[in-house]
């Protein structure tokens, strides 16, 4: 089963700095996803990484805001770029246990707040 | 587009059953999947549905009508711990997991 490591946990961060989150998955993946989840919000998905190609970003998401880096098949990281308050939230690596079976397995998420 | 929808809210006693319904409709469909997440915790897996029918795990069953767009989660003999967050899910187009807006659920001694 896949353990991943998120750091940091929480960050508090001033506005119009960058904070890049790292995600490491102890086996080798092909895909891993990052989510957003908003205070009391469901999780919206900012885009899904794959090793050797750029990421793919959802409708409301731009690589300039959340670039994504994808060295290697364990580990990914998401940058949070010239950060507002309304990019307070916690940020969610996934990826999936098994994807025959649908189950997607979380970091256990990045904390942060933009004052 | 993709949309799902599923209650905001749904409160119950413990030991009664309760039934979280969703609806979805997405670009692309490989399965309906369900998960549980705590109050400061990350959402857990507890179901998927890739076909038509009743998948049955422990106290926990989910349902799935390709046909209707339509699943649902069965939680029987309520516990106070089942007080969380319940979350469809969509695996569509390009092996991505698309989330519904969540139901809370309160389970009341």
């Known amino acids: 089963s896949a353990v991943i490591s998120q750091k940091p946990s929480r960050d508090i961060c001033q506005r119009g700095t960058s904070l890049t989150i790292q995600c490491q998955v102890d086996?080798?993946?092909?895909?891993m996803f990052w989510y957003r989840q908003q205070p009391g919000q469901s999780l919206t998905l900012i885009a899904t990484a794959n090793q050797g190609s750029e990421a793919t970003y959802e409708s409301g998401f731009v690589i300039d805001k959340f670039p994504i880096s994808r060295p290697n098949l364990t580990f990914s990281t998401l940058t949070v770029s010239n950060m507002s308050p309304e990019d307070s939230s916690i940020y969610l690596c996934?990826?999936?246990?098994?994807?025959?079976?649908?189950?997607?397995?979380f970091g256990e998420g990045s904390r942060l707040t933009v004052l | 587009g993709q949309s799902l929808e599923q209650p905001s809210e749904v409160t119950a006693v413990e030991g009664a059953i309760v039934q979280i319904n969703c609806t979805y409709q997405?670009?692309?469909?490989?399965?309906l999947s369900w998960y549980q997440q705590h109050d400061g915790g990350a959402p857990t897996f507890l179901s998927y549905?890739?076909?038509?029918g009743l998948e049955e795990t422990g106290r926990f069953s989910s349902f799935l009508s390709r046909s209707d767009s339509y699943g649902y989660l069965l939680l029987q003999e309520l516990q106070m711990k089942d007080s969380a967050s319940y979350f469809c899910a969509v695996m569509g187009g390009g092996f991505k997991t698309i989330f519904g807006a969540g139901t809370r659920l309160f389970v009341k001694a």
């Open positions: 549905n890739g076909l038509d």
């Open positions: 997405t670009s692309g469909f490989y399965g």
């Open positions: 086996s080798q993946v092909t895909m």
């Open positions: 996934s990826v999936y246990r098994d994807r025959d079976t649908g189950e997607l397995f």
